[in-house]
């Protein structure tokens, strides 16, 4: 069995109450059934030993990928259509994921606020997204955050691959996928210290406190004044997720697949 997160034991208050109930049933069924369970962190594999007191010596990591259009190059003109098309900004941070509580995009919309950088946010909104449009309203910024959502795979990899940074702030995860989309995206990215934040970005990212306003836009602006150190980031970061790619995936997959048989 894999497991990707235990978010709805380690951050409960992100959960109803029944719903803790249901998950934490199947999930500890499922784990007290299965041979051997694949985390997709040491995160989600310390959760696992912590809140469902599984031995760790039967749960194995297999990190994840992504799809292969972030690793695909665009021309110019493609990259061009579509920033035209979203009436994007020539520079700008981007965000990728669900505008929920944990994924925290209001402490990055407060972060740009007093600067005249641009943010696009890509996701579906839930009722967290109130927030940040009455922040917007309130602050004046509606000209400096652009929402998107129903863009196709090809599309967004066009508009991670425009951007200038990602900043991916959020409060918990089990791996973090967009930021692998970044790194494949020559994209330098600010993430959040601990968690399986560090594991996703590996070494080159840039690590801040995801509820620190002051240190998200000092982390903003140092990379918005240093192009160079941008490309450095980007340069290693691309290094570091080849081990994401497809082929290491399905080979570390294959190889417990048959140390189980």
Same mark, same amino acid.
């Given at each position: 069995?894999?497991?990707?997160?235990?978010?709805?034991?380690?951050?409960?208050? %992100?959960?109803?109450?029944?719903? !803790?109930?249901?998950?934490?049933?199947?999930?500890?069924y499922?784990?007290?059934?299965?041979?051997?369970?694949?985390?997709?962190?040491?995160?989600?594999?310390?959760?696992?030993?912590?809140?469902?007191?599984?031995?760790?010596?039967?749960?194995?990591?297999?990190?994840?990928?992504?799809?292969?259009?972030?690793?695909?190059?665009?021309?110019?003109?493609?990259?061009?259509?579509t920033?035209?098309?979203?009436?994007?900004?020539?520079e700008?941070?981007?965000?990728?994921?669900?505008?929920?509580? !944990?994924?925290?995009?209001?402490?990055?919309?407060?972060?740009?606020?007093?600067?005249?950088?641009?943010?696009?946010?890509?996701?579906?909104?839930?009722? %967290?997204?109130?927030?940040?449009?009455?922040?917007?309203?309130?602050?004046?910024?509606?000209?400096?955050?652009?929402?998107?959502?129903?863009?196709?795979?090809?599309?967004?990899?066009? @508009?991670?691959?425009?951007?200038?940074?990602?900043?991916?702030?959020?409060?918990?995860?089990?791996?973090g996928?967009?930021?692998i989309?970044?790194?494949?995206s020559?994209?330098?990215?600010?993430?959040?210290?601990?968690?399986?934040?560090?594991?996703?970005?590996?070494?080159?990212?840039?690590? @801040?406190?995801?509820?620190?306003?002051?240190?998200?836009?000092?982390?903003?602006?140092?990379?918005?004044?240093?192009?160079?150190? !941008?490309?450095?980031?980007?340069?290693?970061?691309?290094?570091?997720?080849?081990?994401?790619?497809?082929?290491?995936?399905?080979?570390?997959?294959?190889?417990?697949?048959?140390? @189980?048989?």
């Amino acid at each position: 069995v894999t497991i990707h997160d235990l978010i709805f034991l380690s951050h409960p208050h %992100y959960y109803n109450f029944l719903d !803790r109930i249901i998950y934490k049933l199947k999930f500890q069924y499922a784990v007290n059934t299965a041979d051997h369970i694949i985390a997709i962190s040491e995160q989600t594999k310390n959760d696992i030993v912590q809140f469902l007191h599984v031995d760790e010596s039967k749960i194995s990591i297999v990190y994840q990928g992504c799809n292969k259009v972030y690793k695909q190059t665009y021309t110019l003109e493609q990259k061009k259509n579509t920033k035209n098309k979203f009436k994007l900004p020539d520079e700008y941070i981007l965000n990728v994921g669900t505008i929920q509580e !944990r994924k925290n995009a209001l402490s990055l919309v407060k972060a740009i606020n007093g600067t005249d950088y641009h943010l696009v946010l890509v996701g579906k909104e839930k009722a %967290y997204a109130k927030k940040l449009h009455q922040y917007i309203a309130k602050n004046d910024l509606s000209e400096q955050v652009y929402f998107i959502k129903d863009v196709g795979p090809e599309e967004l990899a066009m @508009i991670y691959q425009s951007a200038t940074v990602f900043c991916y702030p959020s409060i918990c995860e089990g791996f973090g996928i967009p930021i692998i989309e970044a790194l494949y995206s020559n994209l330098p990215v600010i993430t959040s210290k601990g968690g399986c934040f560090p594991e996703a970005a590996g070494p080159d990212a840039v690590f @801040i406190d995801p509820n620190n306003i002051d240190t998200i836009k000092a982390a903003l602006a140092s990379l918005y004044e240093n192009p160079e150190r !941008r490309k450095s980031m980007a340069e290693k970061g691309y290094e570091y997720v080849q081990r994401f790619s497809d082929e290491n995936v399905a080979d570390n997959l294959l190889k417990l697949y048959k140390s @189980i048989e």
